[in-house]
């Protein structure tokens, strides 16, 4: 852990140079008072040394133990006695380093807002939904930092929610009707809706965002009944839930490998939860990695359901495709986005370890299934035309074009398809803006650095993080001059922009974004923001490569 838990000032020295060190004295100014409680936070400071308030590991929900397990989230409407906001809240059960702070205690919110002087009226408010594939990840300011964006006048929240099965376990019945990760995401919304005026936020004035989880959960909350006026903007970054196939009403069969995994009987729902309330969080926090069906994959374990009617409130009552298609969704102004090679690394994995290349060559039509995350429909068909779309009928080899058509493979079948049937279809039926990028920028860090030179070879699945959020834990600090900072200055002047208008498009101000205009995508022209170290317009995001996935899973747009 790269952050030091409760010292004051988060300063990192590496020769950045420009930290302000915020004076001891001014510790006592991050307080804030709302309808719900008082709260006491630290004083932090920019990358380009502005001070901010910061507000840590506020307990949004309920404590979701014991009898609370496995059940949707009580917000929390009142504190007793002044919060103390000052140290970062754990990281939800998941698989992570010893010595991590992880505990089941985990449905937290920080705030991070600029100090009090230089908030002159109600300023728009960022809320952050972390990705990780619903079992992973965390809102903490290690992995999701206000480093950079609150060089912005903005109020940034940044959440946690449940992960793996203590989130997302569903039996089909009224045991575990699921969802629950999604659930606790709106109670955050709804606490943000409460609080953070109180922060300086407005609280009419919200922009969602997320990164592949996040992503794919920012656009269910346009669908969800629960989620209606809680946000008026939104960003998605790789990934969404309308994919090849549509979403299902449970997911018992995880249930069941959850409780085998655990020792727990599998014999009927109520065994399978009675059992699960017994064990540890760490038990099942720690059992992710045996959901693997082949290497690590499939990268895709839980997901979003559509729920049933049990008279419980409902994330979920209809599939995302139909609710687009009929308008049933409460539209706003949206970025989408992708990168331009997500998983492209996952090919590696695969290649570069011959007893698996071997597997997926003798066995490409029990494992591709997996791999590529395939429904069953039509899957003999699907895993051979996918084979000769992208291998071109060979066997995978330790070879650069192997490498090339199987990381295409991995970065569309995982995320790339997902979101352009989003954007296509958003920009089709929404009623509101769509704005399409694709993220093409290399600097001098990537979440996929080749072993050997140490060096980034890509825009990876996450990459686009790296220049909207501190992520300490993983990557020292971006400095203010370099080509790295200056990606930083201009994605943060669209997340602005967008907070701000509800569009992304500068207005005159901003010389970092000088000579951008980015244009909405419509159904007849196509047209997206390549952000890569000049801005440009392209058309067309990757289509002939999604030209075999919209034969194989065919919807009408
Ligand atoms: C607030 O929490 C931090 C970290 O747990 C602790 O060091 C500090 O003493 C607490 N402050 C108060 C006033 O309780
Ligand atoms: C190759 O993958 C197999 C199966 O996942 C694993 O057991 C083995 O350790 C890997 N070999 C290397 C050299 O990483
Ligand atoms: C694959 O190729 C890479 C780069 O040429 C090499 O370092 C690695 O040892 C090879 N791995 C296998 C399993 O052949
Ligand atoms: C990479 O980091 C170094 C050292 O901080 C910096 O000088 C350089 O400009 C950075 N490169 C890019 C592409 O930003």
Redo the contacts with the bound molecule.
Sequence with gaps: MLLVLGVVLAVIG???GGYVQAKNEARDEASAVTPSGQFKGIMDVTRRGRQFESYRGIRYAEPPVGNLMFQPPKLMVKYDGVVNATAEGPYCPQPTEPGTYVDEDCLTINVHTPVKSARSKPLPVIVYMHSGGFYAGSGRSDIAGPHYLLDRDVVLATINYRLGSLGFLSTGDELAPGNNGFKDQVAALRWVRDNIAGFGGDPHSVTITGCSAGASSVMLHMISPMSEGLFHRAISMSWSPVDKAPLRSDMNDLAVKQARLLNCPTDSSKAIIDCLKTKSWKELGDSLDSFAEFAYDPIGIWLPIIEKDFGQERFLTMQPLDAIKEGKIHAVPYIISQTKDEFFWKAYTILENSTLTNQMNEEWDRVAPIAFMLPTTNRNNAVRQLKQAYLHDKPLTNSTESADGLGKLYGDSVIGFSVHRLANLMSRHSGQPVWYAEFDYT???SHYENPVTKKPTGAAHHDDLIYIFSLRAVF?D??R???????VDRMTALWYNMARYGDPNPRGDQPELKGVHWPRMTPQKRTYLSLDKTFSLRENLKEDRFQVWEKLYPISY
């Design positions: 590496q020769g950045l600097g001098n860090h020292p971006i400095g001059d370099g080509p790295d900072a200056e990606m």
